[in-house]
């Protein structure tokens, strides 16, 4: 390897790291969902991966595009920073989605008493909450618990994909600059290899911080907040999707 290609993959690698740690959303929804939903560490580092593979190429695709087009670099910033507005009112309003969503959630599973009649005149009274179902089902709310068991499970699968998509549309603006410098020079063989170190350090990134995250987090005793964890994660989004609009 020759020494200005050294010195782009010192680059393209130190830009991925910083770039990646110094936005938060690159983890924390990651680490705030998988803690509200229940994820396992292989979900979350799985869904952490493609959402980060998706992210790179996002930019690599336009970049792609705008050396094959001859756009000025100008141009290609402008764009990554549209996108990023367009990332950054996805996330926001997901977030906000989700916030209210979990707050309903928080609300029907509040600790609440049922008075219970039988076939034999007897009346008893249960205290419990909707978090899981409790053992003292009853036909009309098995159909109910059924019901709400299948649109829990709609949005578990619905959720990695509006993560994908959010990410999609991410910018990795500080990409572009380095990726131009070897096409300027007709190296495809530098533009490779910017692409594969940045993408693989930023991608690395990310699920080192999320694996941390995600231990911490599963230590934490939230007690009685614990009902509030989807809230909380949707707290989290919002804060997320403010600071990309922000340009934090």
Same mark, same amino acid.
């Given at each position: +390897? ?19 740690? #110094? ?11 998988? *803690? ?5 560490? /292989? ?6 991966? $493609? ?6 190429? *996002?930019? $690599? $695709? ?31 309003? =997901?977030?906000?989605? %989700?916030?209210?969503? *979990?707050? @309903? ?39 109910? /618990? ?10 578990? @699968? ?6 994908? #998509?959010? =990410?999609?549309?991410?910018? &990795?603006?500080?990409? #572009?600059?380095?990726? +131009? %410098?070897?096409?300027?020079?007709? /190296?495809?063989?530098? $533009? ?13 990134? +990310?699920?080192?911080?999320?694996? #941390?995250? %995600? ?8 007690? !009685?907040?614990? !009902? ?11 804060? &997320? *999707? ?7």
């Amino acid at each position: +390897m020759t020494e200005p290609l050294a010195i782009l993959a010192a680059t393209a690698a130190s830009i991925g790291l910083v770039h990646t740690l #110094i936005g938060p959303d690159h983890y924390v929804p990651f680490i705030a969902l998988s *803690g509200a939903r229940k994820w396992s560490l /292989s979900k979350t580092l799985g869904v952490t991966a $493609v959402c980060g593979v998706g992210h790179v190429l *996002g930019s $690599v $695709v336009l970049g792609g595009l705008g050396i094959l087009l001859g756009l000025a670099l100008g141009g290609l910033e402008w764009f990554e920073g549209f996108r990023g507005d367009i990332a950054g009112w996805l996330l926001l309003g =997901f977030g906000v989605a %989700y916030l209210v969503w *979990g707050l @309903r959630q928080a609300y029907r599973n509040r600790p609440h008493t049922h008075w219970h009649g039988h076939a034999d005149g007897t009346l008893h009274e249960h205290t419990h909450t909707h978090k899981k179902e409790h053992a003292h089902l009853h036909e009309a709310s098995e159909e109910a /618990s059924s019901a709400a068991a299948k649109k829990l499970a709609n949005g578990r @699968r619905v959720t990695p994909w509006v993560l994908f #998509i959010i =990410f999609i549309f991410g910018p &990795c603006e500080a990409l #572009i600059p380095v990726l +131009m %410098y070897p096409a300027a020079e007709g /190296s495809w063989w530098g $533009v490779a290899l910017v692409v594969a170190i940045f993408g693989l350090t930023t991608v690395a990134t +990310m699920l080192v911080t999320v694996t #941390i995250g %995600y231990l911490g987090i599963s230590r934490l005793p939230l007690g !009685r907040l614990e !009902r509030f964890s989807h809230a909380l994660a949707g707290l989290a989004l919002v804060a &997320c *999707g403010l600071a990309i609009q922000l340009g934090f």
